[in-house]
């Protein structure tokens, strides 16, 4: 099993920094590709950022040039670097990890719990 649990989120004011981190248990985090999510009010859930085993980055066009996402395999861990951010950046953050679970690549994801972030204006 795996738990993710996020932290870091906060209040800030436009133009302003937050640094979230997501902490997960167990041995498989550092084979599977891990991302952040949000959610803003009255919103489906979005894609921000995702990063695979290897490295290799991909992020929503809303964030690119202000979040940077990474990882610690070593501490299990992923972060996402915001800055210059923007009212519109509000929302629930989820941490995310896409576990395969077969030879043929199926997959299932893991949730964390969600962090809330809100950007004043």
């Known amino acids: 099993q795996v738990q993710l649990v996020e932290s870091g989120g906060g209040l800030v004011q436009a133009g302003g920094s937050l640094r979230l981190s997501c902490a997960a248990s167990g041995r498989l985090f550092s084979r599977n590709t891990a991302g952040w999510y949000r959610q803003a009010p009255g919103k489906q859930r979005e894609l921000v950022a995702t990063?695979?085993?290897?490295?290799?980055?991909n992020y929503a066009d809303s964030v690119k040039g202000r979040f940077t996402i990474s990882r610690d395999n070593a501490k299990n861990t992923v972060y996402l670097q915001m800055n210059s951010l923007k009212p519109e950046d509000t929302g629930v953050y989820f941490c995310?990890?896409?576990?395969?679970?077969?030879?043929?690549?199926?997959?299932?994801?893991?949730w964390g719990q969600g962090t809330q972030v809100t950007v004043s204006s």
């Open positions: 995310n990890l896409e576990v395969v679970v077969n030879v043929e690549g199926a997959k299932y994801a893991h």
């Open positions: 990063i695979t085993s290897g490295g290799n980055t």
